[in-house]
């Protein structure tokens, strides 16, 4: 059974970087059948998809925030990484990692982990 | 940037009843690309329906989808206490954009 989790700082001061991790465990990171992703929910709000990646290292952003993205694939370590910069109070979100099939839904997600950007 | 529309934004029924839950997209989903996962507080989105219709591995019968083009339907045919959660869909057939969510509350 896949699992996957995400790690990183609670809380982030405002025009910091965020930077989440995704350790992926039970099952192969490295698979052409499959991308990596992150979404996010701020509180109150419904899910955005902001970045992807592919075990070949081809990235994907949502455009609003393509700028800010980094999006990065560790497959010795089994682990994808995201990381936002010039973070500012509108991207306190819930953060999720996703496995992504392409035409069958993101199958896989971990629990999350919250994100507050405040000082 | 295809945006779904998702209603009714809160929907209150009791254990037995049927649910039937909507999605509208603004413009025609690419090969029906929409899936709906269920969402309870603390956990992660968990996929029920992917290709507008395709229940996922492990998912009951009761919870079918239906639809195409840009009109989408969920329905679950005999809730469960366990079913009461928040909804999404999702298109996934140029990039990926979500609903806001419709939340199932026990009457």
């Known amino acids: 059974q896949l699992q996957m989790q995400e790690s990183g700082p609670g809380l982030v001061k405002p025009s910091e970087t965020l930077s989440l991790t995704c350790t992926v465990s039970g099952g192969s990171i490295s698979s052409n059948s499959y991308y990596w992703g992150w979404i996010r929910q701020p509180p109150g709000k419904g899910l955005e998809w902001i970045a992807s990646?592919?075990?070949?290292?081809?990235?994907y952003y949502t455009p609003s925030l393509k700028s800010r993205l980094t999006i990065s694939l560790d497959t010795s370590k089994k682990q994808f990484s995201l990381r936002l910069s010039s973070v500012t109070a509108a991207d306190t979100a819930v953060y999720y990692c996703?496995?992504?099939?392409?035409?069958?839904?993101?199958?896989?997600w971990g629990q999350g982990t919250l994100v507050t950007v405040s000082s | 940037e295809i945006v779904l529309t998702q209603s009714p934004g809160t929907l209150s029924l009791s254990p037995g009843e049927r649910a039937t839950l909507s999605c509208r997209a603004s413009q025609s989903v690419p090969s029906n690309y929409l899936a709906w996962y269920q969402h309870k507080p603390g956990q992660g989105p968990r996929l029920l329906i992917y290709?507008?219709?395709s229940r996922a591995t492990g998912i009951p019968d009761r919870f079918s989808g239906s639809g195409s083009g840009t009109d989408f339907t969920l329905t679950i045919s005999r809730l469960e206490p366990e079913d009461f959660a928040v909804y999404h869909c999702q298109q996934y057939g140029n990039s990926y954009t979500f609903g806001q969510g419709t939340k199932l509350e026990i009457k």
């Open positions: 996703v496995r992504q099939t392409l035409i069958r839904g993101d199958d896989n």
């Open positions: 990646i592919s075990y070949s290292g081809n990235t």
């Open positions: 290709g507008a219709s």
